[in-house]
């Protein structure tokens, strides 16, 4: 990476840290108008379907990108940290858009918008670093408890993750759009399993990449999802009178 690039990706990385910052105290105010909390005045419509394909084919891809054109291809452990990732985002742009139901809603393309702008610029700081930098990534690497620890909770946070959601799918006869309570797995004690999971995940994933651009994504991953998982337990509260009053938000036990 030449001088000028390096400062340019420190001022991206630095600078995504304070956005995060920004970003997590307006959510706590203004909830992300998407799913249950779509409202007008958000600017044009689009079939939600095509939304998440959109932004999460960009979050599948470019990495790969960045990755590659810092790599050149050289095989090495680093691999595990890109097939994790690509694990992840095949499922979420490929898979889960489809998972959703057959009759389905429309969000406001200011989302998939800012969705892109976020997932390219994360996917610039974590492809090109591990593509650079991938020479860190060795046999000793693999070996470390941080690898293994990190490995193993990405892969607990992912199982937690898609068995919520498929537990909220399950809710909806086919043709269906209204919102029931969901009971099982981590639901007995969470409103948002699936947001726990994928902010396991992704802690689990910066363990064992250990960088910075890795942290810069769970800082991000958790200033969306703690704000939406407040909004939605509160959303559930005030919509179902027999909500299970003892269900945290988001982690289990504590908040
Ligand atoms: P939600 O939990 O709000 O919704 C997930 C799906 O389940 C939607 O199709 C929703 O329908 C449906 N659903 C939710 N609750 C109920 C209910 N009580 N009864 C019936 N159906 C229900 O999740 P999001 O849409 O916000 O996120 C989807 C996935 O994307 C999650 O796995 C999440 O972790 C991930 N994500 C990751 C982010 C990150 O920063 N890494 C950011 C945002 C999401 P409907 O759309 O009609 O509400």
Redesign the pocket.
């Known amino acids: 990476m030449g001088s000028i690039e390096q400062r340019v990706f420190e001022g991206l990385l630095y600078g995504g840290f304070a956005v995060a910052g920004v970003v997590f105290v307006t959510l706590l105010f203004v909830t992300a108008p998407y799913?249950?909390h779509t409202r007008k005045g958000w600017g044009p419509l689009l079939s939600?379907v095509w939304c998440w394909l959109l932004m999460e084919c960009v979050a599948m891809v470019a990495p790969l990108v960045f990755f590659l054109i810092g790599n050149g291809f050289r095989p090495g452990w680093v691999w595990l940290l890109v097939v994790l990732w690509e694990v992840h985002y095949v499922h979420?742009a490929l898979i889960?858009p489809f998972r959703?139901g057959g009759r389905r809603?429309h969000m406001p393309l200011a989302i998939p918008l800012m969705a892109v702008v976020f997932n390219t610029w994360n996917a610039y700081l974590n492809g090109r670093y591990l593509g650079v930098h991938a020479d860190l990534y060795n046999a000793e690497w693999l070996s470390s408890p941080h690898c293994i620890a990190g490995v193993l909770i990405f892969i607990v946070g992912s199982a937690i993750?898609i068995h919520s959601?498929e537990i909220?799918?399950r809710?909806?006869a086919p043709g269906e759009?209204g919102?029931?309570?969901?009971y099982g797995g981590f639901y007995r004690w969470v409103s948002?399993p699936?947001?726990f999971g994928?902010l396991l995940a992704w802690a689990g994933w910066a363990l064992a990449a250990w960088s910075l651009p890795a942290l810069f994504f769970v800082v991000?991953?958790a200033a969306?999802?703690v704000p939406?998982a407040l909004a939605?337990q509160r959303w559930y509260r005030k919509t179902f009178a027999d909500y299970p009053p003892e269900r945290k938000a988001l982690i289990p036990f504590l908040f």
């Open positions: 799913g249950r939600d979420r889960y959703m809603k993750n959601d909220l799918f809710l909806r759009m919102y029931r309570i969901p948002c699936n947001y994928e991000w991953t969306n999802l939406r939605h």
